[in-house]
């Protein structure tokens, strides 16, 4: 998985950081974007599963706002096949029941 780069994508590490998540920019192992206002961000827990937080924003020059900084892990194959429902802010888990992203952390 290719980690994050802050040089692509400078005002989603600022937000990130300005937010203060446990996990760190560098930390991050790898990211969907779906029109560059939203994203799923990933990181690998130390029993090998996969915590996801997702961002948004309004517009390509709009800050980021976290939408869900974490909740239950997902394993490596739920990650490859997750996708973000187009021209939406959420994604789904095509083995798990479609999920809203505010749905899933409840």
Known sequence: M?????TNNPML???WEEYGHMISWE???DMKMDRGCY????????DG??????MARGGSNQP???????????TKAEWKELRIVPDCDWF???????????????
């Open 2 to 6: 290719p980690k994050p780069s802050k």
């Open 13 to 15: 590490k600022q937000a």
């Open 27 to 29: 930390q991050l192992v």
């Open 39 to 46: 994203v799923v961000l990933a990181w690998e827990e130390e």
């Open 49 to 54: 599963t996969i915590g996801v937080a997702d």
């Open 64 to 74: 980021w706002e976290m939408q869900n900084d974490g909740g239950d892990t997902i």
């Open 92 to 106: 789904e888990i095509p083995s798990r029941k479609k999920q809203k992203a505010s749905s899933y952390y409840d």
